[in-house]
C-alpha cells in the first residue's frame, strides 16, 4: 500500500503563487511514477502534470505549461507542484496519485483517472480577488 498526503493549498490572488507539496508512505518503490490532476466544481478530474520515478521525466498539459513546475525529493518521498501566475480558472481541488502502470505517466492525454492506483485527500486552491 502507498499513502499520499496533499498540503499546501489555500486562497491566493489572481497572479500569485502556491506550492503543493505530496507526501509518499508505504510501498513506495511500487509505483512508476506521481501524477498531479485537478477537479474544478462540475467538471471531471484532469491530469495536468505527472513525472517518472525511474528518470524524472516530466510532462504538463498545455494548460499549465510555462507556469507550473513539477519537482521531487527523493530523500523525502515528496513530490511538488509549484504553480505561478495563478488564475481564476485554476481553481479546483488538487490530487496527486501514483501509478503502478508507467503508461499513463508518459503523456498528460494517458492520465486517466482509473489508470493510477493510489490517491490522496485532495487540496483546495482557491484563486480569487
Known amino acids: 500500500q502507498v499513502q499520499l498526503v496533499e498540503s499546501g493549498g489555500g486562497l491566493v490572488q489572481p497572479g500569485g503563487s502556491l506550492r503543493l507539496s505530496c507526501a509518499a508512505s508505504g510501498f513506495t518503490s511500487t509505483y512508476n511514477g506521481i501524477g498531479w490532476f485537478r477537479q474544478a466544481p462540475g467538471k471531471e478530474r484532469e491530469g495536468i502534470s505527472s513525472i517518472t520515478m525511474r528518470d524524472g521525466k516530466i510532462y504538463y498539459a498545455d494548460s499549465v505549461k510555462d507556469r507550473f513546475l513539477m519537482t521531487r525529493d527523493n530523500a523525502k518521498n515528496t513530490v511538488y507542484l509549484q504553480m505561478n501566475d495563478l488564475k481564476a480558472e485554476a481553481t479546483a481541488v488538487y490530487y496527486c496519485?501514483?501509478?503502478?502502470?508507467?503508461?499513463?505517466?508518459?503523456?498528460?492525454?494517458?492520465?486517466?483517472?482509473?489508470?493510477?492506483?493510489?490517491w490522496g485527500q485532495g487540496t483546495q486552491v482557491t484563486v480569487s480577488s
Open positions: 496519485a501514483a501509478a503502478t502502470d508507467a503508461t499513463p505517466l508518459l503523456h498528460i492525454a494517458n492520465m486517466r483517472v482509473r489508470s493510477f492506483d493510489y
